[in-house]
């Protein structure tokens, strides 16, 4: 490519020499020939580089010649790790002189694709007078993808994305690696479908059989290059997502997520209290239409419910309902109640409305400061929980 000036100043004085090699004919004197990622302005020389990226915009030239007579001209090739060659000259000089020479580049485009040694070779008069050495390098490949998580249902079809920083065209490859399922009784697989193209691709994921859950850790592969990240894909069991989906969808205020997180812990909870609710230790066991009135049909997994249900799954919920492990929504007057009861200590559990008795005699009443009112206008808590108490302690007490 020509650029827009291809610039030759005479100077008086020349800077220190930097001859390479000594020229042809004792008439010119090569000096200061080196190349530079700067675009050099006037007889200054720019900062020598030797090596180059397919990041660098232009490789710039830069030399003197002594000696020159009127006529003389300048021409230099950029020779290819492979024997090929760029020629750029500059048109003959009108008084004899020291001159040097500017104005000349390779663009990414011309230099990129050709990673190696390259040469750039100066002539007077089709004679040659020396060259420099400089290095293109090879680009490294980079494959990424993203996001680096996601939850999803086995009902789900979620999309990962791959970019490789080069132009070629790929079809990315896939590898799973298991990494836990608690407390579910059928593991889940994931499967890929992947797309192709150059840059970014897309490739959707699902996961199956249906109902059944895993967390994984997601890879893909390039040939020989491997992403240099991963994603985390967790697949809840579906049953947790229907119940907390049936249970608080909309029973809480929007934007209550912790509520519904609430619930999910007090059901997981069960796990280490087998004593009391017949030693179960799967979601699939502990979530029935015996204990939980509010299961839903879906088979997906909606927003938030399934990022909730994810994070229970994983306990990385950060929710703590103090070894709760039953729930209920009171009505109005039960609140009144259960708030009388927590402002006078008494150790006699309140009669309200929907409690599940959970522990009998022995439960006790916990009302979560942070689970937001009731979607119902009834100005009672979504939820209050309930756990096993020591005849000592009070019917009701606060959390945060």
Same mark, same amino acid.
């Given at each position: 490519?020509?650029?827009?000036?291809?610039?030759?100043?005479?100077?008086?004085?020349?800077?220190?020499?930097?001859?390479?090699?000594?020229?042809?004919?004792?008439?010119?004197?090569?000096?200061?020939?080196?190349?530079?990622?700067?675009?050099?302005?006037?007889?200054?020389?720019?900062?020598?580089?030797?090596?180059?990226?397919?990041?660098?915009?232009?490789?710039?030239?830069? @030399?003197?010649?002594?000696?020159?007579?009127?006529?003389?001209?300048?021409?230099?090739?950029?020779?290819?790790?492979?024997?090929?060659?760029?020629?750029?000259?500059?048109?003959?000089?009108?008084?004899?002189?020291?001159?040097?020479?500017?104005?000349?580049?390779?663009?990414?485009?011309?230099?990129?694709?050709?990673?190696?040694?390259?040469?750039?070779?100066?002539?007077?008069?089709?004679?040659?007078?020396?060259?420099?050495? @400089?290095?293109?390098?090879?680009?490294?490949?980079?494959?990424?993808?993203?996001?680096?998580?996601?939850?999803?249902?086995?009902?789900?079809?979620?999309?990962?994305?791959?970019?490789?920083?080069?132009?070629?065209?790929?079809?990315?490859?896939?590898?799973?690696? @298991?990494?836990?399922?608690?407390?579910?009784?059928?593991?889940?697989?994931?499967?890929?479908?992947?797309?192709?193209?150059?840059?970014?691709?897309?490739?959707?994921?699902?996961?199956?059989?249906?109902?059944?859950?895993?967390?994984?850790?997601?890879?893909?592969?390039?040939?020989?290059?491997?992403?240099?990240?991963?994603?985390?894909?967790?697949?809840?069991?579906?049953?947790?997502?229907?119940?907390?989906?049936?249970?608080?969808?909309?029973?809480?205020?929007?934007?209550?997520?912790?509520?519904?997180?609430?619930?999910?812990?007090?059901?997981?909870?069960?796990?280490?209290?087998?004593?009391?609710?017949?030693?179960?230790?799967?979601?699939?066991?502990?979530?029935?239409?015996?204990?939980?009135?509010?299961?839903?049909?879906?088979?997906?997994?909606?927003?938030?419910?399934?990022?909730?249900?994810?994070? &229970?799954?994983?306990?990385?919920?950060?929710?703590?309902?103090?070894?709760?492990?039953?729930?209920?929504?009171?009505?109005?007057?039960?609140?009144?109640?259960?708030?009388?009861?927590?402002?006078?200590?008494?150790?006699?559990?309140?009669?309200?409305?929907?409690?599940?008795?959970?522990?009998?005699?022995?439960?006790?009443?916990? &009302?979560?400061?942070?689970?937001?009112?009731?979607?119902?206008?009834?100005?009672?808590?979504? @939820?209050?929980?309930?756990?096993?108490?020591?005849?000592?302690?009070?019917?009701?007490?606060?959390?945060?």
């Amino acid at each position: 490519m020509r650029p827009q000036t291809n610039l030759i100043f005479q100077i008086a004085i020349m800077v220190a020499a930097l001859s390479l090699l000594a020229p042809h004919a004792g008439a010119w004197t090569l000096q200061n020939l080196e190349v530079s990622k700067v675009k050099p302005t006037g007889c200054t020389p720019p900062t020598i580089a030797g090596t180059f990226s397919p990041t660098d915009s232009y490789i710039y030239e830069y @030399f003197v010649v002594q000696g020159m007579k009127k006529g003389d001209q300048v021409s230099i090739r950029w020779i290819t790790p492979s024997s090929g060659y760029y020629p750029q000259s500059w048109g003959g000089v009108t008084a004899a002189g020291n001159y040097c020479f500017i104005g000349w580049y390779l663009t990414t485009a011309q230099f990129s694709p050709y990673p190696g040694g390259w040469w750039l070779e100066v002539y007077v008069n089709n004679q040659y007078q020396g060259h420099t050495p @400089f290095t293109v390098i090879q680009p490294q490949t980079v494959l990424t993808q993203s996001p680096s998580q996601f939850n999803m249902s086995t009902g789900d079809s979620k999309t990962l994305t791959t970019n490789l920083n080069t132009s070629s065209t790929y079809q990315p490859a896939f590898s799973s690696s @298991f990494l836990s399922n608690p407390n579910s009784n059928c593991q889940t697989a994931l499967s890929f479908s992947p797309g192709a193209g150059s840059g970014s691709v897309n490739t959707t994921v699902k996961a199956g059989p249906s109902g059944c859950s895993g967390v994984f850790r997601v890879s893909s592969k390039v040939g020989s290059t491997t992403s240099s990240g991963n994603t985390q894909v967790v697949v809840p069991p579906q049953i947790l997502v229907q119940m907390l989906y049936g249970e608080a969808h909309g029973q809480v205020a929007i934007g209550d997520n912790v509520s519904q997180l609430a619930i999910g812990v007090a059901t997981r909870n069960r796990f280490a209290q087998p004593g009391s609710f017949s030693g179960v230790t799967t979601y699939q066991a502990a979530i029935t239409s015996k204990q939980f009135a509010g299961i839903s049909t879906i088979t997906y997994g909606p927003s938030p419910d399934i990022n909730n249900a994810a994070g &229970v799954f994983t306990s990385t919920d950060g929710v703590s309902v103090g070894d709760a492990a039953c729930f209920f929504s009171p009505n109005s007057s039960g609140w009144t109640s259960i708030q009388a009861a927590l402002n006078s200590k008494t150790l006699t559990i309140p009669s309200v409305t929907y409690d599940p008795l959970c522990y009998g005699t022995s439960r006790q009443f916990v &009302v979560k400061k942070s689970v937001g009112n009731n979607a119902n206008g009834s100005g009672a808590p979504a @939820f209050i929980f309930e756990r096993k108490r020591a005849t000592t302690e009070p019917a009701v007490i606060q959390i945060p």
